[in-house]
């Protein structure tokens, strides 16, 4: 597989060596799961520093290939083209994305070394995974020096409307390289038939049901490439199974002594992005505080927030904002000892996030736009208990399976206040009729059964019923 992140990120600690951690995010989450059974697997990436590539290494029974990004790459490629410029205009521009020609350089440059990196990987007649909006040009790349390899690209994140992808110069190149796969897969439906339309509007290429004919060069076959939809998931058991830890359920007993025991715990988990809806979140719980709805001395709200692109201009706003309405929050309402508000600026491990999962309530999910959403299904998973209340937006893809969550449009900040007061109050006996058929979803759709039914998807692509793959 091919991503921009290794799951592992480097740092340099203080006497000069190299730790590794956790990658953030939920590609990480749910391909290291299935990398770990894979055998011969290799992954493609960036280590997360910027400088020389590291020599590739095994860790936790992955094969890792690192790919090299310097400082520029860093400044134009990831944190530029992707993250400034593709990451806002995906997610419905929520900010306003930023295009610069120099970036756009950048962005084919690296691409062109992670397609080269998994070339020289890949055995022959293997299968290459493109992961992602920060490598679609990888699988045109490939195409044009592998021809004996099977190409599927992943996109985790949404894929905007037609109207909006239009604004995005290069936006032929960027479909062109997404169309080197035999199989492309998208979150939610919408995000397909947004891909779809783009295709037709703006290559004017025929597409047929989920088929798109790709003309090929000169003389070279007319290619078929799949569309399709995989919802992606979690580990379910494995995220499940941890509750039954004895070390972890008493670290979420603890959680809530360290808060003072509270009637309520409310939580938040997200990276520290403008589009998980946290401001908005915010608002809507200090109101809910000023109104005298909710009393501090007996309901406390944790949020997460794990640090996210830092140097990004939006994101660094973002966190000065959240911390001084968080500030702002505890300074009106915090009883002495005791937060209203207790907010974490960093990562957790995989236990303490499932602890901090079973100590809460109420989750809430108020992402203006997300590809997934990954924490409200590890909410779910946490949970065989039945017990506590998902609340989730309907802008994330999640909305689509876990219809028995407490809906919300979370710019709307009167139904926000509404739904967490209704998560609040929600009798044990509705909890868990919800939390069962939130589990039901959760546990029956694995991140197992995602990327085995998109590697089927895949292996089928040279199938005549999808058209032959050229050689
Ligand atoms: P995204 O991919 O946009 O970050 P997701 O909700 O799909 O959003 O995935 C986020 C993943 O990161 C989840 O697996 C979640 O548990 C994990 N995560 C979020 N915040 C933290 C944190 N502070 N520490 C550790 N893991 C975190
Ligand atoms: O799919 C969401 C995603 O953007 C991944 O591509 C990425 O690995 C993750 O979130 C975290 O973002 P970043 O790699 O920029 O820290």
């Given at each position: 597989?091919?991503?921009?992140?290794?799951?592992?990120?480097?740092?340099?600690?203080?006497?000069?060596?190299?730790e590794w951690v956790t990658?953030?995010?939920g590609?990480?989450?749910?391909m290291e799961s299935v990398?770990?059974?894979?055998?011969s697997?290799?992954?493609v990436?960036?280590?997360g520093?910027?400088?020389?590539?590291?020599e590739?290494f095994?860790?936790?029974?992955?094969?890792?290939?690192?790919?090299?990004?310097?400082?520029?790459?860093?400044?134009?490629?990831?944190?530029?083209?992707?993250?400034?410029?593709?990451?806002?205009?995906?997610?419905d521009?929520?900010?306003?994305?930023?295009?610069?020609?120099?970036?756009w350089d950048?962005?084919?440059?690296?691409?062109?070394?992670?397609?080269?990196?998994?070339?020289?990987?890949?055995?022959?007649?293997g299968t290459?995974?493109?992961h992602?909006?920060?490598?679609?040009?990888?699988?045109r790349?490939i195409r044009?020096?592998r021809?004996?390899?099977?190409?599927?690209?992943f996109?985790?994140?949404?894929?905007?409307?037609?109207?909006?992808?239009?604004q995005?110069?290069?936006r032929?190149?960027?479909?062109?390289?997404l169309?080197g796969?035999?199989?492309?897969?998208?979150?939610?439906e919408?995000?397909?038939?947004?891909?779809?339309?783009?295709?037709?509007k703006?290559?004017?290429?025929?597409?047929d049901?989920?088929?798109i004919?790709?003309?090929?060069?000169?003389?070279?076959p007319?290619?078929e490439?799949l569309?399709q939809t995989?919802?992606?998931?979690?580990?379910?058991?494995?995220?499940?199974?941890?509750?039954?830890?004895?070390?972890?359920?008493?670290?979420?007993v603890?959680?809530?002594?360290d808060?003072?025991?509270?009637?309520k715990?409310?939580?938040?988990?997200d990276?520290l992005d403008?589009?998980?809806?946290?401001?908005?979140?915010?608002k809507?719980?200090g109101e809910?505080?000023?109104d005298?709805?909710i009393?501090?001395?007996?309901?406390?709200?944790?949020?997460v927030?794990?640090?996210?692109?830092?140097?990004?201009?939006?994101?660094r706003?973002l966190?000065?904002?959240?911390e001084?309405t968080?500030?702002r929050i505890n300074?009106d309402h915090?009883?002495i000892?005791r937060?209203?508000?207790?907010?974490?600026?960093?990562s957790?491990?995989?236990?303490?996030?499932t602890?901090?999962?079973?100590a809460?309530?109420?989750?809430?999910?108020?992402?203006?736009?997300?590809?997934?959403?990954?924490?409200?299904?590890e909410?779910?998973?946490s949970?065989p208990?039945?017990?506590?209340?998902?609340?989730l937006s309907?802008?994330a893809?999640?909305?689509?399976?876990?219809?028995a969550?407490?809906?919300?449009?979370?710019?709307?900040?009167d139904?926000?206040?509404?739904?967490?007061?209704?998560?609040?109050a929600?009798p044990?006996?509705e909890?868990?009729?919800?939390?069962?058929?939130?589990?039901?979803?959760?546990m029956?759709?694995?991140?197992?059964a995602?990327a085995?039914?998109?590697?089927?998807?895949l292996?089928q692509?040279?199938?005549?019923?999808y058209?032959?793959r050229?050689?």
């Amino acid at each position: 597989m091919v991503a921009n992140r290794l799951p592992v990120d480097s740092r340099t600690l203080p006497d000069g060596a190299t730790e590794w951690v956790t990658s953030p995010g939920g590609l990480v989450t749910a391909m290291e799961s299935v990398m770990r059974t894979v055998d011969s697997g290799a992954w493609v990436g960036w280590g997360g520093s910027p400088g020389e590539a590291p020599e590739p290494f095994e860790a936790d029974g992955m094969s890792l290939y690192p790919v090299r990004l310097d400082q520029q790459d860093v400044e134009r490629y990831y944190e530029g083209f992707s993250n400034a410029t593709l990451w806002p205009l995906y997610h419905d521009v929520i900010v306003d994305p930023e295009f610069h020609r120099t970036w756009w350089d950048s962005y084919v440059t690296a691409n062109r070394r992670f397609a080269r990196a998994a070339g020289a990987v890949a055995s022959k007649g293997g299968t290459i995974w493109v992961h992602d909006y920060q490598l679609q040009l990888v699988p045109r790349m490939i195409r044009d020096d592998r021809t004996d390899v099977r190409i599927g690209f992943f996109n985790h994140i949404p894929f905007p409307s037609v109207e909006l992808f239009s604004q995005l110069p290069k936006r032929n190149q960027m479909l062109r390289g997404l169309l080197g796969s035999d199989l492309v897969g998208f979150q939610r439906e919408s995000d397909a038939q947004n891909f779809l339309g783009a295709v037709r509007k703006l290559l004017g290429y025929q597409v047929d049901g989920q088929v798109i004919s790709v003309p090929g060069l000169g003389a070279a076959p007319v290619r078929e490439v799949l569309v399709q939809t995989f919802p992606i998931s979690i580990d379910s058991e494995a995220v499940s199974a941890l509750t039954e830890d004895a070390e972890v359920r008493e670290r979420a007993v603890q959680l809530r002594r360290d808060l003072g025991d509270p009637h309520k715990v409310v939580l938040g988990v997200d990276r520290l992005d403008y589009t998980k809806g946290i401001r908005h979140r915010l608002k809507a719980w200090g109101e809910l505080l000023n109104d005298g709805s909710i009393d501090p001395h007996d309901t406390v709200m944790i949020q997460v927030a794990t640090p996210s692109r830092e140097r990004v201009e939006a994101y660094r706003q973002l966190r000065d904002e959240v911390e001084l309405t968080v500030g702002r929050i505890n300074g009106d309402h915090a009883p002495i000892g005791r937060p209203a508000v207790s907010y974490q600026h960093r990562s957790f491990d995989r236990r303490d996030m499932t602890a901090l999962f079973m100590a809460a309530d109420v989750v809430l999910v108020t992402a203006l736009r997300d590809g997934m959403n990954l924490v409200a299904k590890e909410y779910v998973a946490s949970r065989p208990d039945l017990r506590g209340v998902l609340v989730l937006s309907e802008f994330a893809g999640a909305a689509d399976e876990l219809r028995a969550a407490v809906m919300v449009n979370p710019h709307d900040i009167d139904e926000l206040k509404s739904a967490i007061l209704r998560a609040l109050a929600m009798p044990e006996e509705e909890q868990e009729d919800a939390m069962r058929s939130l589990r039901h979803q959760v546990m029956e759709n694995d991140v197992q059964a995602w990327a085995h039914d998109f590697l089927q998807h895949l292996e089928q692509s040279g199938d005549p019923a999808y058209g032959t793959r050229p050689t």
